[in-house]
């Protein structure tokens, strides 16, 4: 659901003292939290309307370096500003940060005041009106993967980022008293997101030492993203506050498993009636289903870039380790990259298992809807589906290897610049272009212990 806070309630809450701190928030495309801090007094008499950053935040990296060569903004161009335009709708209390609430903004142009093409949230809206116009609600999910650390953030940072020692010392999947170690951080999440009007359904180990995850309740598409960034800041926050941290990178050590972030996505009328069952088909699947899941396996490969977005990403599709590394479908069977839930019931759904924690919800939901969509409106026919061990399977479809080989294909796709846009194909390449190559010219641990004697 969206945020639980009217503008009535915030000026009520302001008034008895009780909110004096209202953070206003936009999405980089990394699918962080960017903005202000605004004082709440401020913020309820006027300073809800808009506010203004640096267009540069859509073009810098993960460490904000300023990088070129993008057509939006540059040296060039001088960085002028966006507009920070708050959707109230969004508004809410945070608990986990005393006295505070938080607005999620659209990033608009300065001079004409229409929604900034390539930013997250503007790429994925287009796409829910495109369902929208078809008749369709997109409904989703994500399931998020991480791992908590017992080294607080700055002392590891201290410590050259070694020596990090995960909170549990075994795979605690589905462990109980192993997580009740952990109770002091995810009792605090899972009550924190509540209170904020996410509707958390449970937390759970995961397949790894020290790793959990986070559930929360299916809503429309762009609410799913809404809530997916505010989550990871919120988990990184409450564990900070406690002295730990944690990590969403995909694959923070070659030995463990990797973070994942299951999307499960089913297609909804207007007047809320879900349309992907079918009780009489086989599997349970409507024709609008199949053709759906059909438009995903078609581009499963051109959309990779924004279901898996870094270097890092393409680590965590290893053989045993429940990633993926086929671009196929099967039934209940985590073992392929598209897997089929809830057959013959109203719950059936399209869980894409291809994005890690790391992703940026907003584009990573985006594609998998521009996909979707393109197999109904071409009406694709469904291919087989895929049983056994997608692993050992030989001559299938497989995930991109590497982030250089996803970046050719995105660049490639019709598909894509059709839904998305020439533009903002071209700014995510460009993107993972520098991503590239800043992880080529750096030398790696690995490298000085494997060559700097033998070599």
């Known amino acids: ?12 809450a302001v008034a008895r003292g009780e909110i004096d701190t209202v953070l206003v928030a936009g999405v980089d495309m990394q699918g962080r939290l ?19 950053c640096c267009n540069y935040l859509l073009t810098v990296d993960m460490e904000m370096n300023t990088v070129q060569g993008y057509k939006s903004t540059s040296w060039e161009t001088g960085y002028g500003d966006y507009v920070m335009k708050p959707d109230l709708s969004t508004l809410r209390p945070l608990p986990w940060l005393p006295g505070t609430a938080l607005v999620l903004c659209d990033l608009l142009d300065h001079h004409t005041h229409e929604e900034v093409p390539h930013s997250p949230r503007a790429i994925l809206k287009r796409q829910v009106a495109r369902a929208r116009a078809m008749g369709f609600e997109p409904m989703m999910a994500t399931e998020l993967e991480f791992y908590i650390f017992e080294n607080s953030y700055e002392s590891f940072r201290d410590n050259g980022f070694g020596g990090l020692k995960p909170i549990s010392a075994y795979n605690e ?20 997101l509540y209170a904020a009007g996410i509707p958390v359904e449970n937390s759970k180990g995961e397949a790894e030492a020290g790793q959990e995850e986070i559930n929360y309740r299916y809503s429309d598409a762009l609410d799913t993203a809404d809530n997916h960034s505010i989550i990871k800041t919120a988990v990184k926050e409450i564990a900070w506050s406690k002295g730990r941290s944690v990590t969403f990178m995909a694959k923070y050590d070659h030995r463990r498993a990797g973070s994942s972030s299951h999307v499960h996505q089913s297609l909804w009328s207007v007047d809320g009636k879900p349309l992907f069952v079918d009780k009489a088909d086989k599997h349970g699947m409507s024709e609008v289903m199949k053709q759906f899941l059909a438009g995903q396996l078609a581009h499963a490969q051109e959309i990779t870039l924004f279901l898996a977005p870094y270097v890092n990403s393409y680590k965590r599709f290893t053989v045993g380790m429940f990633a993926p590394t086929k671009a196929v479908w099967s039934s209940d069977n985590r073992t392929a990259g598209f897997r089929i839930c809830g057959e013959h019931t109203k719950g059936i759904r399209v869980e894409c298992r291809i994005p890690g924690s790391d992703v ?8 998998l809807l521009a996909a979707g969509l393109d197999g109904i409106e071409k009406k694709m026919e469904l291919e087989p589906e895929m049983r056994g061990d997608m692993y050992a399977a030989k001559g299938i479809r497989e995930i991109p290897k590497n ?4 970046a050719a294909l995105a660049n490639g796709s019709a598909m894509l610049r059709a ?13 993972a ?12 641990d690995f490298e000085v212990q494997r060559l700097l004697e033998r070599a």
Not at 1 to 12: E, H, V, W
Not at 403 to 406: G, H, N, Q, T
Not at 433 to 444: G, K
């Open 1 to 12: 659901m969206p945020g639980n806070m009217t503008m009535d309630a915030l000026k009520d």
């Open 34 to 52: 960017m903005g202000k801090r605004f004082h709440a007094a401020f913020f309820v008499n006027g300073g809800h309307e808009e506010t203004h």
């Open 173 to 192: 999947d589905y462990h109980i008293f192993q997580t009740s170690k952990e109770e002091e951080v995810m009792r605090a999440v899972r009550n924190g």
């Open 360 to 367: 940026n919800p907003y584009l990573c939901c985006a594609a």
């Open 403 to 406: 982030l250089r080989e996803a």
């Open 419 to 431: 839904a998305f846009g020439d533009d903002v194909v071209d700014h995510y390449h460009h993107a």
């Open 433 to 444: 272009q520098w991503e590239i190559a800043e992880t080529d010219r750096v030398v790696t």
